[in-house]
């Protein structure tokens, strides 16, 4: 039996989709245009920012603060709780959902990368993709140039050293480095 789920439905269900579909076309280029508007505010203009925030993320808790520019896919697979940071340059492909806790600082040039694509090469060159969701726990921080891959869960109070490529989950309650991020020591020990 054919799948009759449309191109949005298999994404949102983290099966493979073809991202060239009309209406998901249409969706990245509401969010780019958002995006674009939001990363052409100046620090003075505040109130604006938070209502571009607003449409376009699914998501942002109070006092949330994200530097431009900021890039998404889609963002309305964003949710960014209360009292966040992110540094200038996050890029956030949110194909899956992107859940960020309450607190979370995030440095410089942070990857959130949520898409994958097909070993197989005739899959990939059909342009098949996928997603799996990224989920950061409170009071996370991921110092500049964190590169958090697809399906990666980051436990509360850990801390990801810059520079790092977190390939799989982190816990809670540690300090993570490296490519790929290991863990080198409970925050406990600092």
Same mark, same amino acid.
């Given at each position: 039996?054919?799948?009759?789920?449309?191109? @949005?439905?298999?994404?949102?269900? &983290?099966? =493979?989709?073809?991202?060239? !579909? #009309?209406? $998901?076309?249409? %969706?990245?280029?509401?969010?780019?245009?958002?995006? %674009? %508007?939001?990363?052409?505010?100046?620090?003075?203009?505040?109130?604006?920012? @938070?209502?571009? $925030?607003?449409?376009?993320?699914?998501?942002?808790?109070?006092?949330?603060? $994200?530097? #431009?520019?900021?890039?998404? !896919?889609?963002?309305?697979?964003?949710?960014? &709780?209360?009292?966040?940071?992110?540094?200038?340059?996050? =890029?956030?492909?949110?194909?899956?959902?992107?859940?960020?806790? !309450?607190?979370?600082?995030? &440095?410089?040039?942070?990857?959130?990368?949520?898409?994958?694509?097909?070993?197989?090469?005739?899959?990939?060159?059909?342009?098949?993709?996928?997603?799996?969701?990224?989920?950061?726990?409170?009071?996370?921080?991921?110092?500049?140039?964190?590169?958090?891959?697809?399906?990666?869960?980051?436990?509360?109070?850990?801390?990801? &050293?810059?520079?790092?490529?977190?390939? @799989?989950?982190?816990?809670?309650?540690?300090?993570?480095?490296?490519?790929?991020?290991?863990?080198?020591?409970?925050?406990?020990?600092?």
């Amino acid at each position: 039996m054919d799948d009759t789920r449309t191109m @949005r439905e298999r994404m949102l269900a &983290g099966d =493979l989709y073809l991202a060239d !579909d #009309p209406e $998901l076309v249409e %969706a990245t280029r509401a969010a780019q245009d958002l995006a %674009a %508007a939001y990363n052409a505010t100046t620090s003075r203009q505040e109130p604006l920012r @938070r209502l571009i $925030l607003e449409q376009l993320l699914g998501a942002v808790g109070e006092d949330t603060d $994200l530097r #431009p520019p900021v890039q998404v !896919d889609y963002g309305t697979n964003i949710r960014i &709780g209360a009292r966040c940071f992110a540094n200038f340059g996050l =890029l956030a492909l949110d194909v899956a959902a992107i859940t960020i806790g !309450d607190d979370v600082q995030i &440095g410089p040039n942070v990857q959130l990368l949520t898409p994958t694509h097909p070993v197989e090469p005739e899959a990939r060159r059909a342009k098949w993709e996928a997603a799996r969701p990224i989920t950061i726990g409170d009071n996370v921080w991921l110092g500049g140039g964190v590169i958090v891959c697809p399906g990666v869960r980051i436990g509360e109070n850990t801390v990801v &050293g810059a520079g790092s490529v977190v390939t @799989r989950d982190l816990p809670a309650n540690v300090v993570a480095v490296g490519n790929p991020a290991r863990v080198i020591r409970s925050v406990a020990e600092a």
